[in-house]
């Protein structure tokens, strides 16, 4: 699940352009040039829909509310087993290159 969410981070979607953006100028004021590293709690319902996700602030409510739509916009490929624990918890790489 985290290699999905990954490329639905990489996308060309405007929010996944203006997400790496942000990340970059954070990335060049402090010095990172290593990528933002991301622990994200996901419950998902029986057809893979995501119901609920948290995630710490990017430090930016417009950066959150891209991250959100990005990962909450469409379903897991296939649906989550029945018996899964939840929350997932997933840990996201986020690469300052350009989507």
């Known amino acids: 699940m985290s290699r999905q969410f990954e490329s639905w981070l990489r996308s060309e979607e405007a929010?996944?352009?203006?997400?790496?953006?942000?990340?970059?100028?954070?990335?060049?004021?402090?010095?990172?040039s290593q990528g933002t590293a991301l622990v994200i709690k996901t419950w998902f319902a029986p057809d893979g829909r995501i119901e609920k996700l948290e995630f710490p602030s990017l430090g930016n409510p417009d950066a959150d509310a891209d991250l959100q739509k990005l990962l909450t916009r469409r379903p897991i490929a296939k649906p989550p087993p029945a018996d899964m624990p939840q929350p997932l918890v997933l840990r996201l790489r986020l690469d300052l290159q350009q989507p």
């Open 15 to 32: 929010a996944a352009y203006r997400l790496h953006r942000y990340l970059e100028d954070v990335a060049g004021a402090s010095g990172n």
